[in-house]
């Protein structure tokens, strides 16, 4: 019972990280989201207690978190240098950063406490997934339907750049829905479902009875209509890229290389009349489409503006502060062009952002080391890897708490798997 509860325990915190309340008009948006911070800090250390009490259980230690430990220490030298040999104001939020990469190397060891069966992972973390997006989606689609209940569900969630079906009426030209779901953003919620959606094609593939396969194939194409419904051209990009991969590794044979290509012809089908309606309903993805095909990808005009900050942020780095940055500060945002990559190297410099570069290689490394113990679950992982770290070069998503222990919540479980590959076979 003490046993199945440290499973429950963690089901229950995956379901409630992706559903997270966020009641911004409380205290405003940065009070708010440092307080929920603080609590999912606790919940998790709670954990750990859960995990420790009463048991001879040690904390276990993954090898890959301790660069996350590392860069939590390079935080503090970036502070302090930022205050003592730039002569730069550090701010208090300032200080607030530096618990972001030691929360970061909880989060990640939390799945790691745990032995990993088969059976277990599909209970305990790819159901409260499932779980988890079939809420948010619902919680999306009533805010849409009805502006009664947008208003009170805005009070828990922030609804941000969301249009609801009554007011597209008025909208004139091609008119664009963007849900920001549980995330109170449409591009880190686009980012979260990203993360889902080799999850979602991993149960399919588990699954051997036709009508259980056509249940998680429809939960593939709900994930979909999601992604396309927060409008971000980031998130659409990052489900393109996964799509074929997903698709072949699921209708590859078990014990075959061959695919069966009129199945794989069929997903290309319907993957092709989505996207057809995605550049024909939404106008961000029209005009994107087109801003590429005329000038190239610069021609779009918020790539084109983070790649000048982010060269422009570059010279300044190198010549200014090229080891360990200006520090975690949030004053200078608008020098981050928007981009993980830019933001890890203001803030941390050269050894910084190799550091950070070196964790999520080491993480690649490991999966497809093991890939033959653990053949699918792995391979599902590190796609969605692949795609999280390009997401890097948009947006500051690792920066977004709840994105990132979500994600760290899972890839603390398949590191644990691959650490008792023997055990586990998929």
């Not at 094609?201 to 927060?230: D, H, P, Q």
């Not at 941390?348 to 653990?374: A, D, E, R």
């Amino acid at each position: 019972m003490i046993k199945e509860s440290k499973y429950n325990y963690f089901s229950i915190l995956m379901v409630m990280t992706f559903l997270r309340p966020y009641p911004y008009d409380i205290g405003g948006e940065y009070i708010v989201k440092r307080v929920i911070d603080a609590i999912w800090g606790l919940l998790v250390i709670y954990f750990y207690f859960k995990v420790t009490f009463n048991t001879k259980t040690k904390i276990r230690i993954s090898k890959n978190s301790k660069i996350l430990l590392t860069i939590s220490i390079i935080t503090i030298i970036s502070l302090t240098l930022a205050n003592i040999s730039q002569n730069r104001i550090v701010l208090f939020s300032d200080f607030l950063e530096s618990y972001r990469y030691f929360y970061y190397f909880l989060v990640l060891n939390a799945g790691f406490q745990l032995n990993w069966t088969k059976d277990t992972l599909e209970r305990y973390l790819i159901s409260p997934i499932i779980v988890a997006v079939i809420i948010s989606g619902a919680i999306s689609i009533l805010a849409a339907l009805s502006p009664l209940l947008a208003k009170y569900i805005s009070k828990i969630y922030l609804l941000k750049s969301t249009y609801g079906l009554p007011e597209l009426q008025s909208i004139s030209g091609p008119f664009r829905i963007r849900i920001s779901g549980t995330f109170g953003n449409p591009n880190h919620y686009g980012v979260a479902l990203n993360i889902v959606l080799p999850f979602l094609f991993y149960r399919a593939k588990l699954k051997t009875e036709n009508l259980e396969k056509a249940i998680y194939y429809l939960l593939i194409l709900f994930n979909l209509i999601l992604i396309i419904s927060t409008g971000s051209r980031t998130a659409m990009v990052g489900a393109i890229i996964q799509l074929p991969f997903l698709s072949m590794i699921n209708y590859k044979g078990s014990r075959s290389l061959s695919i069966s290509y009129s199945k794989l012809i069929l997903v290309i089908l319907v993957f092709s009349v989505l996207f057809k309606f995605t550049y024909d309903i939404f106008s961000r993805v029209n005009v994107t489409v087109n801003q590429i095909m005329d000038i190239g990808l610069l021609g779009v005009d918020s790539l084109r503006i983070k790649f000048e900050w982010s060269m422009h942020l570059l010279e300044k780095v190198l010549s200014e502060a090229p080891f360990f940055g200006f520090g975690p500060s949030e004053q200078y945002g608008s020098l981050f062009g928007d981009n993980q990559i830019s933001a890890t190297l203001y803030r941390f410099g050269l050894v910084g952002i190799l550091l950070y570069l070196l964790f999520w290689f080491n993480l690649l490394y490991i999966l497809l080391k093991n890939s033959y113990f653990i053949q699918y679950i792995n391979i599902y992982t590190f796609i969605m890897i692949c795609v999280f770290m390009l997401f890097g070069l948009t947006g500051k998503f690792f920066d977004a708490t709840q994105i990132t222990t979500f994600l760290f919540l899972i890839v603390g479980v398949i590191l644990q798997i691959n650490s008792q590959k023997k055990e586990f076979q998929s």
